[in-house]
């Protein structure tokens, strides 16, 4: 359904685009999932520089002047960039990221708790 809401809301030359890009995908029958539709078209209408900044700038992401609220915030809308850290395989790995960009002094307080459930944590 996301698929079908995302092609209809394009307009002008993205909807030329995604008409080429279903003909494309659909190929055989071929269900497009909405991965698929959200990496295609970032590919084209979002450069792999900008993309890469996008990364480098998650990685680089610590806490500094920010409230813990809106560094979780700003956490959150980074992370979709760095594509390791959005499969629930890596919650781990999330967690420990989002704690290690933390204040020293708020990193000690919950280290000890050792929650690996990325939305427990930052609640």
Same mark, same amino acid.
């Given at each position: ?19 080429? !890009?279903?003909? @494309? ?22 450069? !792999? ?22 560094? !979780? !915030?700003?956490?959150?809308?980074? #992370? @979709? ?13 999330? #967690? ?28």
């Amino acid at each position: 359904h996301k698929v079908l809401l995302g092609g209809y809301v394009l307009h002008d030359e993205a909807d030329h685009w995604w008409g080429n !890009a279903q003909q @494309r995908l659909e190929v055989g029958g071929a269900f497009i999932s909405w991965a698929h539709f959200k990496r295609e078209f970032l590919t084209k209408y979002f450069p !792999a520089d900008e993309r890469n900044r996008k990364v480098i700038e998650f990685m680089e992401l610590k806490q500094g002047g920010m409230s813990v609220s809106e560094y !979780a !915030a700003k956490f959150k809308d980074l #992370c @979709r960039f760095a594509p390791h850290y959005n499969t629930m395989e890596a919650e781990e790995d999330k #967690c420990v990221k989002f704690e290690n960009g933390l204040k020293p002094d708020i990193k000690q307080l919950i280290g000890f708790s050792e929650i690996r459930n990325f939305p427990t944590l930052v609640n």
